[in-house]
């Protein structure tokens, strides 16, 4: 028996596995259209282990198994798919390859773009009436110019607020965070349904003029707190700042962590980046915490007003430089 027929009978063995199965449990066997879509799923859990085997997400185990057997899941689907629509990959990718490479030679020769992606790239930034070209971009990016408006984590993501569709939820959860927030939190004396509108209404436009990356932070489909990106002194000055809080009944279990640690590496894949901050009070121990745990270094103690309750006249300044943070990833640190 060839290596195709070995492949192609284990496809159908495992084919027929799941035909039962899914009978049992749905009433009827999957089509291709399940087909395609668990093989997008697929290739979003491939996606998270490419990129944590480039040292670009460090929430992600990327053996070489996990990467060996994700690639056969994506594979499965592919070569069902293909079957079930009479395609023969065998015969077709050699063609389809070589026509490819001479698509990209003579791309090469002409002195364009390799592919319509490359040429999407060398157009102007997305228009309202044109969105897709930012995402065609990103295929094929040197650098970000704004975060992604999702972070999906294990268990836990990160999504621009979505306006007044979050007032409700937001409100309740600040109401309910009031006296935990309002030792630290100047903004808690001002709370009110008002205020929070208005802060969800001006975050689309903090977004657009770089000003604030505001995220929801997500856990078991319910806001937990809120946590950004933003310019420490100016739009010029290429020093992120970052911060975060929870909700009280949230704390405790890292997510303020694993937010900090998401926007950071964010943060070093937007251009020209060159340092991230997070300055908190020192008596607020809790959020001294975070940069301490991701390797930021205790980098100085200013003087600063008191406007919370309990705030001290002094802030805190935790900084990692790029540098620090390839050098924190290079030797395994989860940073």
Same mark, same amino acid.
């Given at each position: ?20 199965? $899914?009978?049992?449990?749905?009433? =009827? ?20 282990? !490419? ?24 594979? *499965? ?26 698509? !990209?030679?003579? =791309?090469?020769?002409?002195? %364009? +773009?390799?592919? +319509? ?10 228009? /309202?009436? $044109? @969105? ?8 094929? /990016? ?5 975060? +992604? ?11 621009? *607020? ?5 007032? /409700?939820?937001?409100?309740? !959860? ?8 309002? /030792? ?50 100016? +739009? ?31 943060? *070093?894949?937007?251009?020209?980046? %060159? ?6 009070? @020192? ?12 390797? *930021? ?31 924190? =990833? ?6």
């Amino acid at each position: 028996m060839s290596d195709r027929e070995r492949l192609h009978d284990a496809v159908r063995e495992v084919r027929a596995a799941y035909n039962q199965l $899914n009978e049992q449990r749905l009433g =009827r066997r999957w089509d291709l259209t399940d087909y395609a879509l668990g093989f997008v799923g697929d290739v979003g859990d491939l996606a998270k282990l !490419v990129t944590a085997h480039e040292g670009h997400r460090t929430d992600v185990a990327a053996s070489h198994e996990a990467l060996a057997h994700e690639l056969s899941d994506c594979l *499965f689907s592919l070569l069902v798919i293909a079957e079930a629509t009479g395609i023969d990959l065998e015969a077709r990718f050699p063609a389809d390859m070589a026509a490819l490479a001479d698509r !990209v030679r003579a =791309r090469i020769a002409a002195g %364009g +773009p390799a592919s +319509p992606a490359d040429a999407a790239c060398e157009q102007p930034p997305p228009t /309202p009436d $044109n @969105p897709l070209r930012q995402q065609a971009c990103r295929r094929h /990016p040197p650098a970000m110019e704004t975060p +992604p408006d999702v972070i999906e984590l294990e268990e836990l993501t990160l999504r621009r *607020f979505e306006g007044e569709a979050d007032l /409700p939820e937001l409100t309740r !959860v600040i109401d309910q965070s009031i006296e935990h927030l309002r /030792p630290w939190m100047p903004w808690v004396a001002e709370h009110s349904p008002q205020s929070t509108r208005d802060f969800l209404l001006s975050r689309d436009g903090r977004w657009a003029q770089h000003k604030a990356f505001t995220y929801a932070i997500v856990s078991g489909g319910a806001i937990a707190g809120t946590c950004q990106l933003f310019p420490q002194r100016s +739009p010029t000055d290429r020093t992120l700042g970052i911060g975060y809080w929870l909700h009280p009944a949230e704390t405790g279990r890292g997510l303020a962590t694993r937010a900090a640690r998401a926007l950071v590496l964010q943060a *070093f894949l937007l251009p020209d980046v %060159g340092c991230v901050e997070i300055v908190h009070d @020192p008596a607020n121990t809790a959020s001294g915490a975070v940069p301490a745990r991701l390797g *930021f270094t205790a980098a100085e103690r200013r003087p600063a007003p008191a406007l919370a309750p309990t705030e001290t006249g002094e802030e805190q300044v935790w900084r990692l430089t790029r540098e620090q943070h390839r050098t924190l =990833r290079r030797s395994g640190t989860p940073v």
